[in-house]
């Protein structure tokens, strides 16, 4: 049986793979796994972004956690990062963000966090998962006042929006800032957040109905976003997905600048500053060579995790880092939030941009982007993990090894969230790379039926 969690929670299509029943189930055993050892009364918030599946697996999940004791806090439409946030602050014992971040509509997916805001290690979602394939073994279901009940929340999103422009206080007077909100959780909180630090402030896609989320639009689809900072001459455009949780960002120019030249950025001013901890930031085996080469030019650290922002997390707190992130724009400032944040994320690029008088497009420069292509195969979700068990897959892959050996790198890996093998070739050309990772990713689709 294929395991339920991915790297970023549960995800499935809603109402087909991603259940009520589903949902009732996770909100059963999420909640005994996550108070079971409290002596009191639990108590759960959930958040969710905006789709129209959102309001029913969110009460689903709750009437499950309600169903095992444990009281349950709805905070409505709320950025994954303010969801982490609120659940330390408050001392709940668990939160819940019903999000399938930046995939369409029909998806959806529900990650838990624990008490302190942290996403689950692997092990607490095996046990979240032994308990519901076991039907609730030995769980006691609780009746009369034992039963958990529900309170619904509507002040939390200007908490988080306090907490994100009190920890980053940029003045962003006479910056005319493009934001794209992905019809998004964050077409509210992004948007009174800079507009309260004096940021001229374009919205778009902020008008989300249930159903236009992420369509054409946000940190994944970028070329609206890019014309229009060059028609309104904005010093900055940025780009949030469906949760909220990263950052993509276009220069003056209309040029994209990602999570690996965001983190550059960030990191050496944090470092200049004195405040980035040990020089050091956390990032991915998918980040660009140009990253880990700009590291060693300016002194910096860079720690390697495999893919997945959960990962950069866990060793961010192994080793005490305060910066770390993924190329897609998850940027995770442990200081402040304990999981990808694309406000606080925004609200420190541009505190570089008014502090250094720079524009975006100049202080990119401190890295160089190498060509990269990334092209996506799509196989059946419980093949995806078996890719090198084809020979004719294993081969060409060793043979493209040998191709790019010392003047680039190839990296083969399954989407931790969805039903794809991703192909990621780095090399001098462009087009070659470009060729060769389409035709290994047609190859793949092609073997694993």
């Known amino acids: 049986m294929a395991r339920l969690f991915g790297t970023d929670g549960v995800r499935g299509v809603a109402n087909e793979e991603l259940t009520p029943l589903l949902a ?5 055993a999420g909640a005994y796994v996550l ?4 002596k009191h ?3 759960i918030m959930v958040g969710c972004d905006t789709r129209i599946s959102g309001d029913m697996l969110a009460n689903a999940l709750m009437a499950g956690a309600c169903s095992v004791g444990a009281n349950c806090i709805y905070l409505g439409i709320l950025p994954t990062p303010a969801v982490a946030y609120l659940t330390k602050k408050y001392r709940v014992d668990a939160g819940v963000v ?17 008490g302190d805001g942290y996403k689950l290690p692997d092990v607490l979602e095996d046990e979240i998962e032994g308990l519901i394939h076991s039907n609730m073994a030995d769980v006691n279901f609780p009746i009369g006042t034992g039963v958990g009940k529900i309170k619904y929340r509507t002040d939390a999103r200007e908490e988080y929006i306090n907490h994100s422009i009190t920890s980053v206080p940029v ?8 934001v794209d909100c992905a019809e998004g959780a964050s ?3 992004s948007v009174e957040a800079l507009r309260d630090l004096g940021g001229d402030v374009i919205a778009i896609h902020n008008n989300p109905d249930g159903t236009n989320i992420n369509l054409n639009c946000g940190s994944t689809h970028m070329e609206e976003l890019q014309g229009r900072v060059v028609r309104e001459k904005a010093s900055v455009g940025l780009a949030f997905d469906g949760d909220a949780d990263r950052l993509m960002a276009v220069d003056e120019n209309g040029q994209v600048v990602d999570g690996d030249q965001i983190m550059a950025i960030i990191g050496c001013y944090m470092k200049e500053k004195g405040i980035l901890k040990d020089d050091t930031i956390v990032a991915t085996v998918m980040s660009n060579l140009g990253f880990f080469l700009m590291g060693k030019e300016k002194g910096l650290h860079i720690e390697k995790t495999k893919v997945g922002d959960r990962y950069v997390l866990e060793r961010m707190k192994e080793i005490g880092a305060s910066l770390g992130g993924e190329q897609s724009g998850h940027i995770i400032f442990l200081d402040e939030n304990t999981t990808g944040d694309g406000l606080l994320s925004a609200l420190h690029l541009l505190q570089v941009m008014a502090e250094t008088g720079k524009s975006l497009s100049e202080l990119a420069t401190v890295m160089e982007v190498l060509p990269q292509a990334l092209v996506n195969a799509r196989v059946p979700n419980h093949k995806k993990e078996s890719y090198m068990e084809y020979p004719q897959v294993a081969d060409a892959i060793k043979e493209l090894e040998e191709r790019f050996a010392g003047e680039g790198r190839v990296l083969i890996r399954p989407s931790g969230t969805e039903p794809l093998v991703r192909v990621m070739i780095e090399g ?3 087009q070659e790379i470009s060729s060769q990772a389409e035709k290994l990713a047609n190859l793949i689709q092609e073997v694993i039926v």
């Not at 003045?171 to 493009?178: A, S």
Request: hydrophobic share 30%; charged share 30%; glycine share 6%.
């Open 171 to 178: 003045d962003l007077r006479g910056m005319k800032i493009v």
């Open 98 to 114: 019903i999000s399938a971040s930046h995939n369409p509509v029909e998806s959806n997916g529900i990650k838990f966090f624990d």
């Open 41 to 43: 009364k639990p108590t």
């Open 35 to 38: 108070t079971k050892e409290k």
């Open 187 to 189: 077409y509210v909180t």
């Open 428 to 430: 001098k050309d462009q």
């Open 24 to 28: 009732m189930q996770l909100g059963q």
